[in-house]
């Protein structure tokens, strides 16, 4: 039977690579680890898809789509939430960080 994280992070990215890496850091920093986080890119032309893909070559917690032609941000939000596996959905921008007890403070609220 397959597990599934409680939690799915959603993390959509354009032309990010200044900002990326931080904000992916700020997810893998949670006290709170039962996650998964998404990263879907939409056609980014620098650098934010290599970087994506080292921290997903560091953690199996990160899945990262690449679309095939640029969405635009809410179609693309909605193509991230597609891929969720989660019972709880929380959007992270690739430009922002979330505190390390940003998640539990957030599943414990829901849960109650």
Partial sequence: MLKYPLVSVLMTSFNREKYIGKAIESVLASSF???ELIIVDDCSTDRTVEIARFYEAKDKRIKLFINEENLGDYTNRNKAA???N???I???DADDMIYPWGLAIIIN???K
């Fill in 82 to 84: 597609s891929y969720a």
């Fill in 33 to 35: 680890e039962d996650f």
């Fill in 86 to 88: 989660g019972r709880f």
């Fill in 90 to 92: 929380k959007y992270i």
């Fill in 109 to 111: 609220n829901f849960e």
